[in-house]
């Protein structure tokens, strides 16, 4: 017997290699020092005083299946980055590099290639190399045409400007960042309600597949110029798991309702699925993808910076004193 009588087709995996090289380079800048294929990638630091590195890692969950009835995937890669590059965003890092897995049934080169093409877009947007990836053939372990991801994101900041939220103080004002729709969480709930497995709608699948926003590239400038208190991405768990990790002991975010626009995706799965409005918040991003925390004497320049560089920045609340959490108003 050969590997590919038990269903790993090595010549395949090749061609997949083959058909992304050149566009992975796109990614690379004169920090990377090896090529796609090498064991490990390399990356040079270069150009701070007291380098922080920042990582994170996550995945795109069950919005795949989405991407599996469509049979569409240059989008999910996207979600990927967005996924781990907004994470490390939130404690003032600047990506440098991401890495990918991708396992599946069986290679497909185009259907890897459609999926690495989204993944490259997503380094573009975020300003980062796609350094190295993995690609898994697992037979009988997926379902045929079906296979799961997983991204690595590395960042750097320096020290004394890594964001925690232990400047935070009574008085700070929330400003809010709009999502591009569900992003990449909560889909188990949202393929349940929204969907007739046996004829779902195309127009509701295209707005489910809508990629995860990266706010890189408003977010950095902002950086440079203010002194942020605090950061906080929306994402599994909603309002209520995510923001209080961003406040220290004795202040409370309170939330003000009706401060900005809720997409009608949320409000679909809010009436057909008959989910409280504390389940909504508990499980979506409601809109809001990114939350930014700054003094009272701030927020002028920090809307202005961020609606210069391409976001609409609302005000949404404010941190008060009280036990840490939050207080929807």
Known sequence: MKYRDAGVDIEKGNEAVRRIKEKVKTTFDAHVLTDLGSFGGLYALQGYREPVLVSGTDGVGTKLKIAFLLNTHHTVGIDL????????????????????????????????????????????????????????????????????????????????????????????????????????????????????????????????????????????????????????????????????????????????KGSWPIPGIFLSIAEKGLVEEDEMFTTFNMGIGLMIAVAPADKEKAMDILKNNGENPMLIGRVIKGERGISLC
């Open 81 to 256: 980055v967005a996924m781990s590059v907004n994470d490390i965003l939130v404690q003032g890092a600047r990506p440098l590099f991401f890495l990918d897995y991708i396992a599946t049934s069986s290679v497909d080169p185009a259907q890897i290639e459609e999926i690495v093409d989204g993944v490259v877009e997503g380094c573009r947007r975020s300003g980062c190399a796609l350094l190295g990836g993995e690609t898994a053939e697992l037979p009988d372990f997926y379902a045929p045409g079906e296979y799961d991801l997983a991204g690595f994101a590395v960042g750097v900041c320096e020290k004394e400007k890594i964001v925690t939220g232990e400047k935070i103080r009574e008085g700070d004002l929330l400003i809010g960042l709009p999502s591009s729709g569900i992003h990449s969480n909560g889909y188990s709930l949202a393929r349940k309600v929204l969907i007739n497995e046996k004829k779902p709608e195309p127009s509701i699948l295209n707005e489910l597949l809508t990629p995860t926003k990266i706010y890189v590239k408003a977010v950095l400038p902002l950086l440079e110029e203010i002194g942020v208190h605090g950061m906080v991405h929306i994402t599994g768990g909603g309002f209520y798991e995510n923001i209080p990790r961003m406040l220290p002991d004795g202040c409370r975010a309170e939330i003000k």
